[in-house]
């Protein structure tokens, strides 16, 4: 299947303040869990290369917290969106447009740690999305961490009985539904050509790249995917002690087709 580039940047480009209000407002229990779990690798002076960083959500998190960052996203209007809210929040990152599968302008071993959280969903073919982990991998100092994220099948399940229940009666959706009952993967026209799968490959495509050790494999949204509209409904205090309560959920196996957004951080090798 043909790589849809120039469909997926207008995706993006059309409105970047949807996706900074995805996280902002209608998914902060995502960034919370997602954050928590991060800061266990990423220390205060980290240089950090977020590929696909969007409207840079995470970019201006880690400069807030001391670290030196460079965000890449294939949307031009990402890119100057993440620059005006950077100014809007008094830090400061570097942002620029580009695409995962080409990170040549950067050496070897440059950073010490890369997000790749949004390309691997939009790459409709095998062949690119392991292109993309290696070039990740390639600007890794030794010792560096990876976070790679994946929207998950069963995802559109629970999206469907979340938001659009009615999906299930309509002869299109039935077909995507037998996908995710069969536990397969799927590059589709979705929001946007994307690429949705399974834990098993998404594990399968990170263990296919020599020299990356996976560290943990956990659930971006954790048990809260299904739950999304109720929390919003809940006063602060409450919404804030379920997070915690997801905390020790995210990484169990047993839970992990509860979340969207699944998350693999791998270790490169010391050499």
């Known amino acids: 299947m043909q790589e849809r580039t120039g469909e997926i940047r207008s995706h993006y480009n059309a409105n970047p303040q949807k996706e900074w209000d995805r996280l902002q407002k209608k998914h902060p229990h995502e960034k919370y869990i997602t954050t928590h779990m991060m800061d ?4 205060p002076g980290d240089t950090i290369l977020d590929i696909g960083g969007g409207p840079g959500h995470y970019s201006i998190h880690y400069a807030k917290k001391g670290c030196g960052v460079t965000l890449l996203d294939l949307s031009d209007e990402n890119v100057r969106f993440a620059k005006k809210k950077a100014r809007q929040y008094r830090v400061r990152i570097t942002a620029m447009q580009g695409d995962a599968l080409d990170l040549s302008r950067f050496p070897d071993d440059s950073f010490d740690i890369v997000f790749l959280m ?11 999305r392991i292109r993309a982990v290696q070039e990740a991998k390639r600007i890794l100092k030794p010792g ?18 979340r938001e659009l229940q009615e ?3 309509w002869p299109e959706e039935q077909k995507l539904y037998e996908v995710a009952a069969r ?5 589709f026209e979705a929001f946007t050509y994307s690429w949705m799968t ?3 490959d998404a594990e399968k495509l990170l263990a296919s790249v020599p020299g990356l050790r996976t560290e943990t494999v956990f ?21 804030t002690a379920w997070y915690d309560y997801a905390l020790r ?13 699944l998350m693999i951080v791998s270790r490169k090798d010391e050499r």
């Open 198 to 200: 399974t834990v098993q």
């Open 118 to 128: 949004g390309p691997l969903y939009h790459l409709m073919n095998e062949e690119s």
């Open 249 to 261: 959920y995210c990484e169990k196996g047993n839970y992990l087709t509860h979340t969207e957004h």
């Open 144 to 161: 560096g961490y990876l976070f790679s994220s994946f929207i998950l099948m069963f995802g559109g399940v629970i999206y469907g009985l």
């Open 40 to 43: 266990r690798y990423i220390k």
């Open 183 to 187: 536990d397969e993967s799927l590059a």
């Open 167 to 169: 999906t299930i009666l």
């Open 219 to 239: 659930g971006q949204e954790s048990i809260l995917a299904p739950y999304r509209n109720v929390l919003s409904r809940s006063p602060k205090k409450i919404r």
